[in-house]
């Protein structure tokens, strides 16, 4: 039998966006229906035995905030899964509806485990490059704002940025990341990803220079020892560590993804995460106990255990994985000693 599921890295309740991204192509798909909201809570419900010892849950798209129902998706999730983190990523068009929704969401809980990030890839112009949209900085920076306000009355909301690496940008993302933390906003970066079924975005170039990314590693760095301290940035600091490797030579770090986590489309199909396409059943069709105890499950566990998989670094599987790897945080805390002799 497989371990106990703790995450759900990525649950699509929606494949509709309206942004125009250049490193995903969900926006150029002809959107399907979204999972109905019935659908979802039987889902939940159903499969609360297999669910209970899940601590995260990232409810994406698309973009998750043109769901009109979002707050009541989410009012599911926490009644079913009182212990679970709820996540939800966004690319800060709709400042507006987005604050809105996020008002009602924290107000509507007594404890609210629940956290957004606002995708910033630059500042101004080079985020509008990277969105595909002209003044779509301007919106997500109006939507970090209104976001930053509400965390400061109600400081249980966790809020965050997520900045995506690229050729183009990957020198402006210390200078978010600082922009980050002055608004209360923790703040996390990825490499481009490279997927068939969710980003579909094969045959796009992710090379990027290890040599000319390193400086820049290093100045995120100083900055998570600066705001955090070395101790509570430990795993931020590992998986920066992780991004440089990663762009350099792909993943070497094991990996627990249809394990101990799986990712959920809009559809229903489950996959081990959102960048190996191999379907192991269908979750609004099929118990999940079963689709985890599956032949296609078994499958996809040991490609994923041999690294037979695309690979990724991103922070919904990684952080989770080097949490559990000692030798990966001591090696993150012998070079924060580095970088400040």
Not at 5 to 22: D, E, K, P, Q, Y
Not at 89 to 118: F, H, K, Q, S, Y
Not at 263 to 271: L, Q, S
Not at 321 to 332: M, V
Request: glycine share 6%; hydrophobic share 40%.
């Amino acid at each position: 039998m497989p371990r106990p599921l703790t995450a759900i890295s990525n649950f699509a309740v929606t494949n509709r966006c309206n942004g125009r991204c250049n490193t995903c192509n969900i926006w150029k798909m002809d959107p399907r229906p979204d999972p109905e909201l019935s659908q979802i809570t039987r889902f939940l419900h159903d499969n609360r035995p297999t669910l209970r010892h899940l601590r995260f849950i990232q409810l994406t798209g698309g973009e998750p905030f043109l769901r009109d129902d979002l707050p009541a998706v989410v009012a599911a999730v926490q009644e079913a899964l009182p212990m679970c983190m709820i996540w939800l990523p966004t690319n800060g068009l709709l400042p507006e509806r987005i604050a809105e929704m996020t008002r009602d969401m924290v107000l509507n809980v007594d404890e609210p485990r629940l956290g957004v990030t606002v995708s910033v890839d630059g500042e101004g112009v080079s985020h509008d490059i990277q969105r595909g949209i002209d003044g779509s900085f301007k919106l997500a920076m109006a939507t970090l704002k209104a976001l930053s306000e509400l965390k400061r009355r109600h400081p249980r909301l966790k809020l965050s940025t997520g900045f995506t690496l690229t050729t183009l940008n990957y020198k402006q993302a210390p200078v978010v990341q600082k922009m980050s933390y002055r608004y209360g906003a923790d703040f996390s970066v990825r490499p481009v990803n490279i997927s068939e079924h969710y980003y579909q975005n094969l045959g796009e170039n992710r090379q990027m220079s290890p040599e000319d990314l390193g400086p820049v590693v290093a100045q995120m760095a100083h900055t998570v020892v600066s705001e955090k301290g070395v101790l509570k940035g430990l795993t931020n600091l590992a998986y920066l560590q992780g991004v440089k490797e990663f762009i350099a030579e792909g993943r070497t770090m094991d990996c627990t993804a249809a394990e101990e986590s799986v990712f959920i489309d809009a559809a229903g199909d489950v996959y081990p995460c959102i960048v190996m396409n191999h379907r192991m059943g269908n979750a609004y069709d099929t118990p999940l106990k079963d689709i985890l105890s599956s032949a296609e499950a078994n499958g996809a566990r040991e490609k994923v255990r041999r690294l037979e998989c695309p690979t990724c670094w991103l922070e919904c599987d990684a952080f989770r994985d080097i949490s559990k790897d000692p030798s990966r945080l001591l090696r993150a805390l012998l070079w924060s000693f580095n970088l400040f002799a």
